[in-house]
């Protein structure tokens, strides 16, 4: 791995990445779009694009430009709706290659297959186009120095410290940690698989563990971000849950404002998503509404009412107590992976990627020892057999009940007002 001090802030030069900053106001540009086909695709971005003000006011002939997928680990089809759809990337690809720019796609994944990328059919998109992609794992890291609240230092891949533009591609998808994942947490994926499971061991607490996210988004926040919403995931994302169409890309160059208006797509408000406040209150863009110019499609006609959150949706209380309830109800909420016997293949992913080591094999099944669980959900995710369910305490799912009462009643009063 190579590794470096972050050379252009040691030599006082300012900071490169300092000035992709999303502009004062933020425009969040909504287009409906039917399906993966390539017509309804190119449409959408077409308009996305004229909406903010063209490609010529992001992407200059000759950029480095850094395409960030959400790609996960392992790799899955397209149809499972896990990650950016590589037909949505291809014609974002298409549009930016007429710039004139030098492009490379990529994610940081964690494979058993010589080739991660061919599953989910980013190796044949990118080899058409003749676009680099690249596993970022492969490319070297540099040590960057982090003004964060829980980072002071951290690893980013080269090929995203060296690019001049980075565009970031996030999925629409619930999280069953993080509650929702977008566009700042899209960019947890530019560090090594390896710190990635260490942070998740170290920042147990999803609020601080968010605050980890919003640290990192600091330090490498995108002057484009383009959400491929046209089907979702609801229910227990980012990789278990089910496909939900919803028939939209969402685009804006503040990350946060993006956030902002795509999870009220899906049904939360703003202040439920710790990523989108804590980033909001750092400035580092803006989930305030009457900050945000929405373009395109209104906001309120293309609320998805049916979309369904992952089992840990804690907003409704989190304002509201003090914090030692609040840590009592957040421990009953917590969801706990347990192995389903009859659907595991003893494939032992989980195994590997357990940050604690407390999964073993154990008569041709994983087994999970509760005591060593930290609960980052990292087995579930990588789990391709849905072989991992996640429970929850009956006082955690008679909350989330309870909040999800509060949010239908909110939302009718919003509508109101
Ligand atoms: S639980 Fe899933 S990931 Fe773990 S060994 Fe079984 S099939 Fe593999
Ligand atoms: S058992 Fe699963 S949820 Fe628990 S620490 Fe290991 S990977 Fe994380």
Request: net charge positive; charged share 25%; aromatic share 6%.
């Amino acid at each position: 791995m190579f590794q470096e001090k972050n050379k252009k802030e040691a030599r006082g030069e300012p900071d490169a990445l300092a000035r992709r900053m999303p502009q004062a106001r933020s425009r969040v540009v909504i287009s409906r779009c039917a399906s993966y086909d390539r017509r309804d695709l190119s449409l959408a971005l077409r308009r996305i694009f004229d909406s903010l003000g063209g490609l010529s006011s992001v992407v200059k002939q000759g950029s480095r430009v850094f395409v960030k997928i959400n790609h996960l680990s392992p790799s899955s089809p397209p149809e499972r709706a896990i990650l950016t759809h590589p037909s949505f990337t291809r014609e974002v690809l298409q549009l930016l290659s007429d710039s004139g720019a030098e492009l490379t796609v990529g994610d940081d994944i964690y494979s058993r297959h010589p080739d991660g990328f061919s599953l989910s059919g980013y190796r044949a998109v990118c080899d058409e186009l003749g676009v680099r992609l690249v596993n970022l794992k492969e490319t070297g890291f540099v040590e960057v120095a982090v003004h964060g609240k829980v980072l002071k230092k951290t690893y980013i891949a080269r090929p995203v410290v060296d690019a001049d533009v980075i565009i970031n591609l996030p999925k629409l998808k619930t999280h069953s940690f993080a509650i929702f994942t977008g566009a700042i947490k899209n960019m947890y994926g530019v560090i090594p698989h390896g710190l990635r499971l260490a942070y998740h061991r170290r920042y147990v607490r999803n609020d601080v563990f968010s605050q980890m996210l919003v640290d990192l988004f600091s330090c490498v926040p995108p002057q484009l971000n383009i959400m491929d919403a046209v089907v979702g995931m609801e229910g227990e994302g980012p990789s278990a849950g089910k496909p939900k169409k919803v028939g939209l890309i969402l685009a804006s160059r503040d990350a946060v404002a993006l956030d902002a208006a795509a999870a009220r797509v899906i049904g939360y408000g703003s202040s439920a998503i710790y990523t989108t406040v804590f980033a909001d209150e750092r400035s580092l863009g803006t989930a305030d509404f009457r900050k945000i110019e929405v373009a395109g499609e209104r906001l309120e006609d293309v609320v998805v009412s049916d979309f369904r959150h992952s089992a840990v949706a804690v907003s409704f209380f989190k304002r509201w107590l003090p914090s030692v309830l609040y840590a009592y109800i957040q421990n009953q909420l917590t969801l706990i992976p347990e192995i389903r016997r009859v659907a595991c293949e003893a494939c032992l992913e989980c195994v590997s990627i357990c940050p604690p080591r407390a999964i073993s094999l154990l008569d041709d099944a994983a087994c999970i020892d509760e005591s060593n669980c930290i609960h980052c959900l990292c087995c579930h995710e990588i789990c391709q057999y849905q072989a991992i369910k996640l429970k929850q305490l009956p006082l955690g799912r008679l909350l989330r009940k309870g909040d999800a009462v509060f949010k239908k009643a909110s939302a009718i009063l919003n509508k109101r007002t």
